[in-house]
C-alpha cells in the first residue's frame, strides 16, 4: 500500500520540552511539506522540502525545524521556543513537479502541551 | 499570510441543494486545487485546475477559474448529508521550488 504516515497520532508534551513528529511516505515523491492547523483555521506551512538534503522555511517556521536526510522521511521538531505548539500539525507528499502537484496528506498528529 | 481565501466561512444547506464555495488568490498561480477535509483527519485532493484551463468536471464536482479575476469556484451538485466537511483551496506557485498555499477553507454543512 502507498501511502504517507505520520506518527504518532497524539502527542503530549511538557513545556520546555523538543519533541519530533515523524512522516514517512513510499509515493517516492520527491517534495514534502509541513503544515500547522489551530482549530476551525486553515493551514499553514511550516517548512517544505522539494529534495532530498534542501529544505525551505514556509510562513510560520519560527521554533520549528526540520531535516531532510532521507527521501521517504521528513521529521519535524518542535522546540521549546515555540511558544503556542498546541495544535494539529500535518504532514504531505507531492511529486514536486509544476505540472502535477497534488499532495498527499497523512492523517496528522495532534500536540497538546500540558 | 495565506495565498487564499475561501468565501463564505460556513455554509448550511439541505440534502439536494448545490453548494457553492468560492476562493480568491492574491499572486500569479501555476494551478489551483480544492481539498476536502473531515474532522480531525487529513486532506483528500479532489481536482486540480490549471492556469490555462477554465471550467473543469470531476463527477459532481465543478471548478471553474477565472485567472483574469483571481479567482475560483467549487460547485457541488445534488449534495449529501456525506458531504459535509471542511473544503479548502490552495493555490501553487513556482517560487525556485513549487510551493502549495492553502486558504481557511470553507465549513459545509449539508442537513439530511
Known amino acids: 500500500d502507498g501511502g504517507i504516515t505520520q506518527s504518532p497520532k497524539y502527542l503530549f508534551r511538557k513545556e520546555g520540552q523538543n519533541v519530533t513528529l515523524s512522516c514517512e511516505q513510499n509515493?517516492?515523491?520527491?517534495?514534502m511539506y509541513w503544515y500547522r492547523q489551530d482549530p476551525g483555521q486553515g493551514l499553514r506551512l511550516i517548512y517544505y522540502s522539494q529534495i532530498v538534503n534542501d529544505f525551505q522555511k514556509g510562513d510560520i517556521a519560527e521554533g520549528y525545524s526540520v531535516s531532510r536526510e532521507k527521501k521517504e522521511s521528513f521529521p519535524l521538531t518542535v522546540t521549546s521556543a515555540q511558544k503556542n505548539p498546541t495544535a494539529f500539525y500535518l504532514c504531505a507528499s507531492s511529486i514536486g513537479t509544476g505540472l502535477n502537484t497534488e499532495a498527499f496528506f497523512g492523517q496528522g498528529t495532534r500536540l497538546t502541551v500540558v | 499570510s495565506q495565498q487564499g481565501e475561501e468565501d463564505p466561512q460556513a455554509l448550511s444547506i439541505q440534502e439536494g441543494e448545490n453548494a457553492t464555495m468560492n476562493c480568491s488568490y492574491k499572486?500569479?498561480?501555476?494551478?489551483l486545487q480544492w481539498y476536502r477535509q473531515n474532522s480531525g483527519r487529513g486532506l483528500v485532493h479532489l481536482i486540480l485546475i490549471r492556469s490555462n484551463e477554465r471550467e473543469k468536471h470531476s463527477g459532481r464536482l465543478r471548478v471553474t477559474l477565472d485567472t483574469s479575476k483571481k479567482s475560483s469556484s467549487l460547485l457541488i451538485t445534488a449534495s449529501r448529508a456525506a458531504d459535509t466537511a471542511s473544503y479548502f483551496c490552495a493555490t501553487v506557485r513556482n517560487t525556485g521550488g513549487f510551493k502549495t498555499i492553502f486558504g481557511a477553507g470553507t465549513r459545509l454543512f449539508v442537513k439530511a
Open positions: 509515493l517516492n515523491h520527491d517534495a
Open positions: 499572486t500569479s498561480i501555476n494551478n
